[in-house]
């Protein structure tokens, strides 16, 4: 019988504020306030606790935090390796033959793959033994190009079991992308795909693989045979997945790793066109993964989750692989599109297989809004217990469309705000406690503080809107560097100084119990889709265009997407503005970055508004493209760009 776990507070003035109910406290992980007084009385001999009661550690740290502004490091001198604590661990239990994965294929009349905790523990030793034959060492860097298909954790898994490094690269993203991100990190080897398949088409991978190896260190190249393409291999560099398993040992050591070094790179994109790569290291991203998908999304032994971001994004690594395996859960992946064959493929996918934790981005919310109800209504979907967000800040009728239309009004919203930088979520209401608010992401995580700031550094009251920032002790799983570029990493630290992390994202201090809520990105970084992207890698892309002198891009707000970009373009004097041009430059985007990056609109225009420096003031083409006043344009060196930008906008303001 269906029965309500939430219910809404009356006596507030928000009818939308809802609590967990008694009974839906009764089964939670935290639901009292006891734990959160704790977490602050001393967060760091809370984290300590956490930490040994979490992970099976092969030595104890000396020291749990060290803080040398603006460098910080958790369980110093501690030794554990992360596969270890994924597998090893679990398979001396009874969940040895519990699923681990259960992996959907896209095209509907191929078979779902489950790998029990043994199968997987088996998998990533023979591979970790494969990439020590390919002479990958501790502390080398591996590439991973991979589509959502098990291989892809499995790789992951044995990267962290022999202490290699690696840097998984979205599948989407092109293979000039891939190659500037290899080359960055010094890759000794790539693991990839033959192709996978996408709304029922074979995409080939390959291609775009072999790309990104050119002008790289990459040695050699495992092929994963997803689809079956015929794809070209290079004699001594590219080896099949299969082949050299066949071969391979059962068994490898787990590499004891030094709590403080790094276990993996994510790059990432930032305010410049070269994007970042993101440095997580061992012990504390293992802590946070580990405690924060066991309280924020309450799971439990019979839980399945689903956590649909793709591995090439912070939320797949952290809640599509770590978190999930290092708690013992049971996680299920899927290969393709939401709406293939039809637009209720995820609700058909909850349905079959009994989700019971679902964790997905505004955008795909949106998306579905759009599609209709009649979509989840088709299935039965009563198995969920509770729903998350994550990527942007979401608005207040998706969020009740997901509560009333997924969640049947009876699964708490968890609205997790977190970055690639922060490795795990930060900031949300924890199931068992609640509120759940929409727009409202919620607290701190405990042993975690955030503050809210004015322009000058002062903290702002209950009701007041600034900038977010992070102060110490910082979360354990908080980045430790930019890879090879430590003045970028300092960079985090400058805005308000060395005590301050500064997110770059704006909020307002909801209440005078610490919830907060989330209004978005305050530098040039765009999250299209839930995508991260910067616009200066976008302006990069489309000038090296040969027609192209001159380009800006600005986020415009959009009902589905968040934001997407419009890219404002001079082009040489030769050249004639044509449709057929835009479709040119949108090509070239997709071979540059990827077609997540594509602009929504492309606007040719003489000349760009420019301050008398010649810098492009990108303000007015903000307001331009929200249709807000674009105000003072005297001191502009060219004031008449305006009007006729105003015209090819189709401004309205
Ligand atoms: C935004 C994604 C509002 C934010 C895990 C942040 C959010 C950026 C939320 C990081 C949320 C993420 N509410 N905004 N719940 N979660 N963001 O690195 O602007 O891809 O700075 O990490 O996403 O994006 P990233």
């Known amino acids: ?156 898994l044995a990267c962290t079991r022999i202490g290699a490094i690696h840097s998984v690269v979205f599948s989407a993203f092109s293979g000039k992308s891939l190659q500037e991100r290899m080359v960055d990190a010094e890759a000794k080897v790539l693991v990839t795909s033959d192709g996978y398949y996408r709304r029922g088409k074979q995409i080939n991978l390959k291609v775009e693989a072999d790309k990104g190896v050119e002008g790289t260190s990459i040695e050699k190249v495992v092929v994963v045979k997803r689809v079956g393409l015929n794809v070209n291999m290079v004699e001594g560099r590219d080896y099949w997945w299969h082949e050299l398993l066949e071969n391979a040992d059962n068994y490898c050591e787990p590499e004891p790793r030094d709590s403080e070094d790094p276990i993996f790179i994510l790059y990432t994109s930032g305010t410049t066109g070269k994007p970042k790569g993101v440095e997580h290291h061992t012990g504390g991203y293992a802590v946070q993964a580990y405690w924060t998908t066991k309280w924020d999304f309450d799971l439990h032994d019979e839980d399945v989750f689903w956590c649909t971001a793709d591995i090439g994004w912070i939320t797949g690594h952290t809640y599509g692989c770590y978190g999930p395996l290092l708690v013992g859960a049971t996680m299920l992946e899927y290969e393709g599109a939401p709406n293939h064959p039809q637009q209720d493929r995820w609700w058909s996918i909850v349905e079959t297989y009994g989700v019971t934790v679902f964790y997905t981005a505004p955008t795909a919310i949106r998306m579905f809004m759009q599609w209709g109800e009649n979509w989840p209504s088709k299935h039965n979907l009563d198995s969920i217990r509770i729903l998350g967000t994550v990527g942007e800040p979401i608005n207040e009728e998706a969020w009740l469309w997901y509560f009333n239309k997924i969640g049947g009004g009876r699964c708490p919203v968890i609205d997790t705000w977190w970055q690639t930088e922060t490795g795990g979520t930060l900031i949300n209401s924890l199931p068992g406690i609640g509120p759940f608010i929409p727009t409202v992401a919620g607290r701190s995580f405990p042993g975690t503080s955030h503050d809210i700031l004015d322009e000058t550094g002062k903290p702002v009251p209950p009701g007041e809107g600034g900038y977010l920032v992070q102060t110490s002790p910082f979360a354990p799983g908080m980045l430790r560097n930019i890879w090879k570029n430590p003045e970028r990493y300092k960079e985090y630290f400058r805005v308000y100084g060395e005590e301050y992390y500064y997110t770059s994202d704006g909020a307002r201090r909801w209440d005078e119990f610490g919830n907060i809520r989330l209004t978005g990105r305050v530098d040039d970084v765009m999250k299209v889709a839930g995508h991260r992207l910067s616009t200066a890698e976008l302006e990069n892309a489309i000038t090296s265009h040969e027609a192209v002198v001159e380009c800006a891009v600005v986020a415009s707000p959009h009902d589905i997407k968040g934001e997407v970009p419009i890219a404002f373009v001079t082009l040489k004097k030769e050249t004639e503005p044509s449709d057929q041009l835009k479709k040119e430059l949108i090509k070239h985007v997709d071979a540059t970055i990827g077609p997540t990056a594509r602009p929504d609109r492309i606007i040719f225009s003489n000349e760009l508004p420019k301050t008398r420096s010649g810098k492009i003031m990108r303000r007015i083409l903000k307001s331009l493209v929200r249709n807000q006043p674009v105000g003072d344009t005297t001191t502009l060196m060219n004031p008449e760009s305006v009007q006729q930008l105003k015209e090819e906008v189709g401004f309205k303001g």
């Open 1 to 156: 019988m269906f029965k309500p776990v939430m219910w809404v507070r009356k006596d507030t003035q928000n009818d939308n504020m809802f609590w967990p109910s008694d009974e839906f406290k009764k089964k939670a992980w935290v639901k009292d306030e006891s734990l959160y007084t704790e977490a602050t009385k001393d967060p760091a001999a809370f984290w300590a606790k956490l930490a040994r009661e979490g992970l099976e550690w092969f030595k104890e740290w000396d020291e749990t935090y060290q803080w040398k502004p603006p460098y910080y490091k958790w369980f110093l001198n501690a030794k554990l390796n992360v596969s270890f604590n994924a597998l090893d661990r679990h398979i001396k239990t009874w969940r040895r033959n519990k699923a681990a994965i259960i992996w959907v294929p896209e095209p509907p009349n191929e078979k779902e793959r489950v790998l029990t905790y043994f199968d997987l523990y088996r998998e990533v030793n023979r591979f970790a033994s494969v990439l020590k034959s390919l002479g990958v060492k501790k502390g080398d860097r591996v590439g991973i190009y991979l589509p959502m298909i098990p291989e892809v954790q499995i790789a992951m």
